[in-house]
T-cell receptor
Framework: SQTIHQWPATLVQPVGSPLSLECTVE??????LYWYRQAAGRGLQLLFY??????ISSEVPQNLSASRPQDRQFILSSKKLLLSDSGFYLC?????????????FGPGTRLTVT | DQQVKQNSPSLSVQEGRISILNCDYT??????FLWYKKYPAEGPTFLIS?????DKNEDGRFTVFLNKSAKHLSLHIVPSQPGDSAVYFC??????????????FGKGTKLSVIP
């Protein structure tokens, strides 16, 4: 069966510090991968998605970036965090097929920027 | 511009009764709709979905209804149980190319089932 891991589970970082969140998927090959953010009192906002190694699509302009160095690894980064980057970050995967609508989420990372 | 709207931020229901969660959308290109359930500090879990070519899909206690002309869908939970207490997100999707679908989420409705 497929499993998705995210770490760290919680993170407290000062403004201006760098960020690196990691997501890995097991039990599937060539998944589509996604990064979402849930800010306080808001829904889930898609940040990035990837359909393959090195292929990243960005949905919103921000000071975050994403990379996919390996097939089942997805990394969310920032060079300098802003207060507005606080939130709950979720990684998700889906089957890369024209009929595969469902996305499956990891446990999330709670980021607090102070 | 919010393309998927869940206008009720919260809902309280007595155990054993029906819970009805509503969702409206504006984008007529959406062709598949999903409901996710989320507990605090956890990732959302997929619950049930419906294709735009159907008007009803059932899975145990959960039924999703789709009214395309009204651009409205609803999730019915019967009977409601205390373990159903969670935030429920409605999501809609359209094909974005290269085998990838993008989900657009509503803001969620917090369901509380009272024992």
């Amino acid at each position: 069966s497929q499993t998705i891991h995210q770490w760290p589970a919680t993170l407290v970082q000062p403004v201006g510090s760098p960020l690196s969140l990691e997501c890995t998927v097991e039990g599937t090959s060539n998944p589509n991968l996604y990064w979402y953010r849930q800010a306080a009192g808001r829904g889930l906002q898609l940040l990035f998605y990837s359909v393959g190694i090195g292929q990243i699509s960005s949905e919103v302009p921000q000071n975050l970036s994403a990379s996919r160095p390996q097939d089942r690894q997805f990394i969310l980064s920032s060079k300098k965090l802003l207060l507005s980057d606080s939130g709950f970050y979720l990684c998700a995967w889906s089957v890369p097929a024209s009929y595969a609508y469902e996305q499956y989420f990891g446990p999330g990372t709670r980021l607090t920027v102070t | 511009d919010q393309q998927v709207k869940q206008n009720s931020p919260s809902l309280s229901v007595q155990e054993g009764r029906i819970s009805i969660l509503n969702c409206d959308y504006t984008n007529s290109m959406f062709d598949y709709f999903l409901w996710y359930k989320k507990y605090p500090a956890e990732g959302p879990t997929f619950l049930i979905s419906i294709s735009s070519i159907k008007d009803k899909n059932e899975d145990g206690r959960f039924t999703v209804f789709l009214n395309k002309s009204a651009k409205h869908l609803s999730l019915h939970i019967v009977p409601s149980q205390p373990g159903d207490s969670a935030v429920y997100f409605c999501a809609a999707t359209a094909y974005s190319g290269a085998g990838s679908y993008q989900l657009t989420f509503g803001k969620g409705t917090k369901l509380s089932v009272i024992p």
